[in-house]
């Protein structure tokens, strides 16, 4: 079985329609990077995986459980145990520190766990980090953080929409490196969107987001 | 800087027209209450001295006594000086006239000559009707109203006026134009008759010739003692120094509104602040410098500051107006009885009050435009800023509270309480400038670990501190003003409940004269005491004497009131202890005012100039005690009846107080006695429950403005919290956005945004409890005896502020769940998509 299953999904704005007929599955240990230009409703597709956004048609299945079925509460404790988020834009909370970041999710989660934060900060090369504030590090560092704060909680799946899209190519490098090698080492899956072809080499596959579905980058 | 302001500026301004309207006119509204009340207190002051200058006339020197007057054979010795080249006397009567309904309205006898008077005071000379006869002002049976007697008594032939306890029917011939309250002329010898005035004029008013020393004319003149030589409106100054602090505390309680619109002008430009503060580091990133940024949010403020005051001088005129027309310029005092005074507007004033609204704006907009100023331009952009309040020296708040307690130990200042307004504004001010450190002790102490929802709010307002700074603030600022006023209010109205209580111990009331200056011509018949104790269901009667006594020319006359003391520890409000008779001196009992104004005290002698005595030799009395008079300003001594008459030989009756047999109905009584009376229109009877009822009536009536101010502070707390939770929101969008993706349900961010609230309102609302206690203190303490001599015992009315601190919290927690809402909303997760 898939660890995430869409079928069919459409998405519209009104009378606009976004996307339809967009099919994707990923086993666990998976990354998939998904391309397409601007606009076409690659960040919208993960708000839809992810149940944060309503979809038109089609289904979000992730381990079995249908996201658009649950209720919206228990949308929200889905994503909690079984998603991880990384943003173009950090959102590396400002007024947290590093750890306190990196701990926010298992605290939702109610499994406070020191070892395990100082595990994934090394993890992700920022072990001496988890007392800075987030206005003391560079860009790459905090997209670190926000790795690590990804992945703290062992997620089953990893949505990162636009990672690498705030940084140079040397620190965006290093950055999907530690992303595509922590999220293997976790066994978890990965569908990453981006604009870079450099990025998108760090994936199993690549697909292409069109309006009328998903097609392999390469037809 | 004024395109970027019409460009800048004027967009924020189009984005949130209300909230800025609102500051705007709560500006305004402060800028027109103050305004208002001193148009209106400096029309009535202008206009009873106008009065007073027409009653007076145009003399060089007046000779004055004691209210009833003196010998008039001095008028022939001063009047052939050689430096006097006019001397005119006057008499001056307080009395009652009976309007057509047969109620007693107060009117003025003014007895004069009117060959000197008409070049002397022009204003009191009559104008004697068409028809009547050319020397209707030498007839001692006419009278001549000015216009508000003449308003009072409509087109009426004869007024009946009181004279002891019988009325006189005097023919009215003419008019006179004299200003101010209902006032009658009549010929010096007509009055001197039928009030019983023979031998004794009121004053002599001199005009000296051309080049005379006033000294040393006074000096030749070689009055005798009790006759001085006082200042040609030295009355107005007595009436301005004794309305004075009665007119600055009106001044203040409507500058407490402009403080807190000032206030406000700090909420919206906080808020509006945070929320351009990535536009305001675009600008700073552009080029705009920190100084610049400053000056842009002052020059908003100023703004707002110009406009709130425009309008507020605009209202403030059309309010003095329509106060002066439908209040007559009183403004609960009472002290510019009968005047209808005309709007006199004051441009120095209106510039003075201008500018207070543009300071008060400007002092606002302070924080905020330091905010601006302060924020780092890249992190701001970044979304990495701080919150841009710089550090600030920890000293200022507990310098100002010091200064606080410090002042309100200070004097007052020309018989205002400068000092403890001060003291009240240190408070205040210290006490919200040391919010930010008392939120920084809050938030050391709470340091959540576990709790992701608290840990999220703690951390967040640890790092933007001065959100919950405004939030807090705001609820001090208010907060403390409502509690200080509802204290000082409940305390003085307990106080006032409880001297009623001592000051009214019998069953029934007759009363002759309302005022002490009408207590000589008002009076009860001789004998009519002792008709009153044979009523039938009259237990005992008390007879009392009231009587004006001028003990310093610069200060209003003081009461002197007499009547069976008995035990004084028990028919006395007494404050503080109560001294021995001494042997040979008779007791009197001082007033608080009679400390502050005239240094009297327990165990020192006063001198009385009692009516009766040879003029001169005053009485000396030992003080034995103090008690608490809220009836008269001024200041009032208490003497024993029998002392009294004893001394003076006046036997005159102004008041009795009956104590009825059980199962009498006071109604059965008030209309025997009535009936005994030779003018039953001429006494009032009253129960202890009815004046009790008219003095809290008129209490309440008088406190009314500041149940309205709290009212006002208040509303203005909370608008300072749904702007700094608004504020929060906003700026939180991409944090609330972030933990939906993290899994917080729209429940969790409901209860975090509530719980921040409800912990931020309870944390400004202790504080503001403390500060506004402490500013009780000293409105209750201090500010209450310097400006009106008489003190109060401290009330906490803790039922009532504990409902003001429940309705606080909720508003509040409410204010901050609705300002969640827009957190908890489904699209606050496209926030994380946002450059800014």
Same mark, same amino acid.
Request: proline residues 6%; hydrophobic residues 50%.
């Given at each position: 079985?898939?660890?995430?299953?869409?079928?069919?999904?459409?998405?519209?704005?009104?009378?606009?329609?976004?996307?339809?007929?967009?099919?994707?599955?990923?086993?666990?240990?998976? %990354?998939?990077?998904?391309?397409?230009?601007?606009?076409?409703?690659?960040?919208?597709?993960?708000?839809? %995986?992810?149940?944060?956004?309503?979809?038109?048609?089609?289904?979000?299945?992730?381990?079995?459980?249908?996201?658009?079925?649950?209720? +919206?509460?228990?949308?929200?404790?889905?994503?909690?145990?079984?998603?991880?988020?990384?943003?173009?834009?950090?959102?590396?909370?400002?007024?947290?520190?590093?750890?306190?970041?990196?701990?926010?999710?298992?605290?939702?989660?109610?499994?406070?766990?020191?070892?395990? %934060?100082? +595990?994934?900060?090394?993890?992700?090369?920022?072990?001496?980090?988890?007392?800075?504030?987030?206005?003391?590090?560079?860009?790459?560092?905090?997209?670190?953080?926000?790795?690590?704060?990804?992945?703290?909680?062992?997620?089953?799946?990893?949505?990162?929409?636009?990672?690498?899209?705030?940084?140079?190519?040397?620190?965006?490098?290093?950055?999907?490196?530690?992303?595509?090698?922590?999220?293997?080492?976790?066994?978890?899956?990965?569908?990453?969107?981006?604009?870079?072809?450099?990025?998108?080499?760090?994936?199993?596959?690549?697909?292409?987001?069109?309006?009328?579905?998903?097609?392999?980058?390469?037809? | 800087?004024?395109?970027?302001?019409?460009?800048?500026?004027?967009?924020?301004?189009?984005? *949130?027209?209300?909230?800025?309207?609102?500051?705007?006119?709560?500006?305004? /509204?402060?800028?027109?209450?103050?305004?208002?009340?001193?148009?209106?207190?400096?029309?009535?002051?202008?206009?009873?001295?106008?009065?007073?200058?027409?009653? &007076?006339?145009?003399?060089?020197?007046?000779?004055?006594?004691?209210?009833?007057?003196?010998?008039?054979?001095?008028?022939? *010795?001063?009047?052939?000086?050689?430096?006097?080249?006019?001397?005119?006397?006057?008499?001056?009567? $307080?009395?009652?006239?009976?309007?057509?309904?047969?109620?007693?309205?107060?009117?003025?006898?003014?007895?004069?000559?009117?060959?000197?008077?008409?070049?002397?005071?022009?204003?009191?000379?009559?104008?004697?009707?068409?028809? =009547?006869?050319?020397?209707?002002?030498?007839?001692?049976?006419?009278?001549?109203? &000015?216009?508000?007697?003449?308003?009072?008594?409509?087109?009426?032939?004869? !007024?009946?006026?009181?004279?002891?306890?019988?009325?006189?029917?005097?023919?009215?011939?003419?008019?006179?134009?004299?200003?101010?309250?209902?006032?009658?002329?009549?010929?010096?010898? @007509?009055?001197?008759?039928?009030?019983?005035?023979?031998?004794?004029?009121?004053?002599?008013?001199?005009? /000296?010739?051309?080049?005379?020393?006033?000294?040393?004319?006074? =000096?030749?003149?070689?009055?005798?003692? @009790?006759?001085?030589?006082?200042?040609?409106?030295?009355?107005?100054?007595?009436?301005?120094?004794?309305?004075?602090?009665?007119?600055?505390?009106?001044?203040?309680?409507?500058?407490?509104?402009?403080?807190?619109?000032?206030?406000?002008?700090?909420?919206?430009?906080?808020?509006?602040?945070?929320?351009?503060?990535?536009? /305001?580091?675009?600008?700073?990133?552009?080029?705009?410098?920190?100084?610049?940024?400053?000056?842009?949010?002052?020059?908003?403020?100023?703004?707002?500051?110009?406009?709130?005051?425009?309008?507020?001088?605009?209202?403030?005129?059309?309010?003095?107006?329509?106060?002066?027309?439908?209040?007559?310029?009183?403004?609960?005092?009472?002290?510019?009885?009968?005047?209808?005074?005309?709007?006199?507007?004051?441009?120095?004033?209106?510039?003075?009050?201008?500018? !207070?609204?543009?300071?008060?704006?400007?002092?606002?907009?302070?924080?905020?435009?330091?905010?601006?100023?302060?924020?780092?331009?890249?992190?701001?952009?970044? @979304?990495?800023?701080?919150?841009?309040?710089?550090?600030?020296?920890?000293?200022?708040?507990?310098?100002?509270?010091?200064?606080?307690?410090?002042?309100?130990?200070?004097?007052?200042?020309?018989?205002?309480?400068?000092?403890?307004?001060?003291?009240?504004?240190?408070?205040?001010?210290?006490?919200?400038?040391?919010?930010?450190?008392?939120?920084?002790?809050?938030?050391?102490?709470?340091?959540?670990?576990? &709790?992701?929802?608290?840990?999220?709010?703690?951390?967040?307002?640890?790092?933007?501190? *001065?959100?919950?700074?405004?939030?807090?603030?705001?609820?001090?600022?208010? /907060?403390?003003?409502?509690?200080? !006023?509802?204290?000082?209010?409940?305390?003085?109205?307990?106080?006032?409940?409880?001297?009623?209580?001592?000051?009214?111990?019998?069953?029934?009331?007759?009363?002759?004269?309302?005022?002490?200056?009408?207590?000589?011509?008002?009076?009860?018949?001789?004998?009519?005491?002792?008709?009153?104790?044979?009523?039938?269901?009259?237990?005992?009667?008390?007879?009392?004497?009231?009587?004006? !006594?001028?003990?310093?020319?610069?200060?209003?006359?003081?009461?002197?009131?007499?009547?069976?003391?008995?035990?004084?520890?028990?028919?006395?409000?007494?404050?503080?202890?109560?001294?021995?008779?001494?042997?040979?001196?008779?007791? =009197?009992?001082?007033?608080?005012?009679?400390?502050?104004?005239?240094?009297?005290?327990?165990?020192?002698?006063?001198?009385?100039?009692?009516?009766?005595?040879?003029?001169?030799?005053?009485?000396?009395?030992?003080?034995?005690?103090?008690?608490?008079?809220?009836?008269?300003?001024?200041?009032?001594?208490?003497? $024993?009846?029998?002392?009294?008459?004893?001394?003076?030989?006046?036997?005159?009756?102004?008041?009795?107080?009956?104590?009825?047999?059980?199962?009498?109905?006071?109604?059965?009584?008030?209309?025997?006695?009535?009936?005994?009376?030779?003018?039953?229109?001429?006494?009032?009877?009253?129960?202890?429950?009815?004046?009790?009822?008219?003095?809290?009536?008129?209490?309440?009536?008088?406190?009314?403005?500041?149940?309205?101010?709290?009212?006002?502070?208040?509303?203005?707390?909370?608008?300072?919290?749904?702007?700094?939770?608004?504020? #929060?929101?906003?700026?939180?969008?991409?944090?609330?956005?972030?933990?939906?993706?993290?899994?917080?349900?729209?429940?969790?961010?409901?209860?975090?945004?509530?719980?921040?609230?409800?912990?931020?309102?309870?944390?400004?609302?202790?504080?503001?409890?403390?500060?506004?206690?402490?500013?009780?203190?000293?409105?209750?303490?201090?500010? &209450?005896?310097?400006?009106?001599?008489?003190?109060?015992?401290?009330?906490?009315?803790?039922?009532?502020?504990?409902?003001?601190?429940?309705?606080?919290?909720?508003?509040?927690?409410?204010?901050?769940?609705?300002?969640?809402? #827009?957190?908890?909303?489904?699209?606050?997760?496209?926030?994380?998509?946002?450059?800014?």
């Amino acid at each position: 079985m898939a660890l995430l299953e869409v079928q069919g999904l459409g998405k519209r704005y009104g009378e606009t329609p976004v996307y339809a007929d967009i099919d994707l599955q990923l086993a666990a240990g998976e %990354i998939v990077a998904v391309l397409g230009e601007s606009g076409v409703g690659k960040s919208t597709l993960l708000n839809c %995986i992810a149940g944060l956004d309503s979809v038109d048609a089609g289904s979000v299945r992730i381990e079995g459980t249908l996201i658009g079925k649950l209720p +919206e509460h228990e949308q929200a404790l889905f994503r909690r145990a079984h998603l991880g988020f990384v943003f173009q834009a950090f959102h590396v909370l400002p007024h947290l520190s590093v750890a306190q970041n990196v701990a926010l999710p298992l605290l939702l989660l109610r499994r406070p766990d020191a070892h395990r %934060i100082a +595990e994934v900060l090394e993890a992700v090369g920022l072990q001496a980090f988890g007392g800075r504030m987030p206005r003391t590090l560079s860009g790459g560092q905090m997209q670190r953080v926000a790795i690590a704060r990804a992945l703290v909680h062992r997620p089953r799946l990893v949505l990162a929409d636009e990672p690498t899209g705030n940084l140079d190519p040397e620190t965006a490098d290093k950055v999907l490196e530690v992303l595509a090698t922590q999220v293997r080492a976790a066994g978890a899956a990965c569908v990453l969107v981006t604009h870079s072809q450099r990025a998108a080499l760090r994936a199993d596959r690549v697909l292409r987001l069109t309006a009328h579905g998903m097609v392999a980058a390469d037809s | 800087m004024p395109a970027l302001l019409w460009l800048f500026s004027g967009a924020e301004l189009r984005q *949130h027209p209300w909230r800025h309207a609102t500051a705007l006119l709560s500006i305004a /509204l402060g800028v027109a209450l103050a305004f208002a009340v001193q148009l209106i207190n400096a029309s009535a002051l202008s206009e009873f001295s106008s009065a007073l200058r027409s009653i &007076n006339g145009q003399a060089d020197i007046e000779l004055r006594a004691q209210r009833e007057g003196f010998d008039e054979r001095l008028y022939e *010795h001063v009047a052939v000086q050689p430096q006097v080249a006019l001397a005119s006397p006057v008499i001056e009567i $307080d009395t009652y006239a009976l309007d057509a309904a047969g109620q007693r309205v107060p009117v003025r006898v003014l007895g004069i000559d009117a060959f000197s008077a008409a070049a002397l005071s022009p204003a009191l000379m009559p104008r004697p009707a068409e028809g =009547a006869s050319r020397f209707a002002v030498l007839d001692p049976e006419a009278v001549f109203l &000015n216009p508000a007697a003449r308003q009072r008594f409509g087109a009426a032939t004869s !007024l009946r006026l009181q004279a002891g306890a019988a009325l006189q029917a005097l023919r009215v011939d003419g008019s006179v134009g004299l200003d101010g309250a209902p006032a009658v002329v009549m010929d010096i010898a @007509g009055a001197q008759a039928h009030f019983g005035w023979l031998g004794r004029v009121s004053r002599i008013d001199l005009r /000296l010739v051309p080049g005379a020393d006033r000294a040393t004319v006074i =000096a030749a003149l070689a009055l005798p003692p @009790g006759v001085r030589a006082a200042t040609p409106g030295e009355s107005g100054e007595r009436i301005s120094n004794l309305s004075r602090a009665y007119r600055v505390n009106l001044t203040v309680l409507a500058l407490v509104a402009l403080f807190t619109g000032a206030f406000l002008v700090f909420s919206v430009l906080a808020l509006s602040v945070a929320q351009r503060q990535p536009q /305001l580091a675009l600008l700073g990133v552009l080029g705009l410098s920190g100084r610049e940024r400053l000056v842009l949010v002052l020059a908003e403020s100023a703004l707002l500051g110009v406009a709130g005051s425009l309008i507020g001088l605009l209202g403030g005129t059309g309010l003095a107006a329509l106060a002066l027309r439908w209040l007559s310029g009183d403004l609960g005092g009472g002290f510019f009885p009968g005047v209808t005074p005309s709007l006199q507007f004051s441009a120095t004033a209106a510039a003075v009050y201008g500018s !207070l609204g543009v300071a008060a704006a400007v002092a606002g907009g302070w924080l905020p435009a330091r905010m601006a100023q302060d924020m780092a331009p890249a992190q701001a952009l970044k @979304g990495l800023g701080g919150d841009g309040a710089g550090k600030a020296s920890p000293w200022p708040g507990p310098a100002l509270l010091a200064a606080g307690g410090l002042l309100s130990m200070a004097p007052p200042l020309g018989g205002v309480p400068i000092a403890a307004y001060l003291a009240v504004a240190c408070l205040l001010l210290g006490g919200i400038v040391c919010v930010p450190a008392g939120v920084a002790l809050l938030l050391h102490l709470l340091s959540p670990r576990t &709790n992701p929802l608290a840990l999220l709010a703690v951390e967040r307002a640890r790092d933007q501190r *001065h959100h919950a700074t405004i939030a807090v603030a705001g609820v001090v600022a208010s /907060l403390s003003l409502a509690v200080a !006023l509802t204290v000082m209010v409940a305390s003085f109205r307990d106080s006032v409940t409880r001297w009623l209580d001592t000051v009214l111990p019998a069953d029934l009331y007759v009363r002759s004269a309302a005022t002490t200056s009408a207590a000589d011509t008002a009076f009860l018949p001789p004998g009519f005491v002792a008709q009153v104790a044979g009523v039938p269901g009259v237990q005992r009667v008390d007879a009392l004497r009231m009587v004006s !006594l001028q003990l310093d020319p610069a200060l209003a006359a003081i009461a002197l009131i007499a009547r069976p003391v008995g035990d004084p520890a028990r028919s006395l409000p007494l404050v503080g202890e109560l001294l021995p008779a001494r042997t040979g001196l008779p007791s =009197a009992y001082i007033s608080e005012a009679m400390q502050s104004l005239y240094r009297a005290a327990p165990g020192k002698t006063l001198a009385l100039p009692l009516p009766g005595r040879a003029a001169g030799a005053p009485v000396l009395f030992q003080v034995r005690g103090v008690w608490r008079d809220y009836a008269r300003q001024q200041g009032s001594v208490m003497i $024993d009846l029998a002392d009294f008459q004893r001394l003076s030989g006046d036997t005159r009756v102004n008041d009795l107080a009956l104590w009825l047999a059980p199962g009498t109905a006071p109604g059965e009584v008030q209309q025997t006695i009535r009936q005994l009376a030779p003018e039953p229109a001429l006494i009032d009877f009253a129960t202890p429950g009815d004046i009790r009822a008219i003095s809290l009536r008129i209490f309440d009536r008088s406190f009314a403005v500041t149940y309205w101010l709290q009212a006002v502070a208040v509303a203005i707390g909370l608008f300072g919290i749904a702007a700094s939770f608004s504020a #929060q929101v906003l700026a939180r969008r991409k944090e609330f956005g972030l933990l939906a993706h993290l899994g917080l349900t729209r429940a969790d961010v409901l209860t975090v945004v509530a719980a921040e609230g409800a912990v931020w309102t309870a944390a400004g609302a202790l504080l503001g409890l403390q500060l506004g206690l402490a500013v009780s203190l000293v409105l209750v303490l201090v500010v &209450n005896p310097q400006s009106f001599h008489w003190t109060m015992d401290v009330l906490v009315p803790w039922g009532r502020l504990a409902l003001l601190f429940a309705a606080v919290m909720l508003a509040g927690t409410v204010t901050a769940f609705v300002a969640g809402r #827009q957190a908890a909303r489904r699209d606050i997760v496209l926030a994380v998509k946002e450059d800014w």
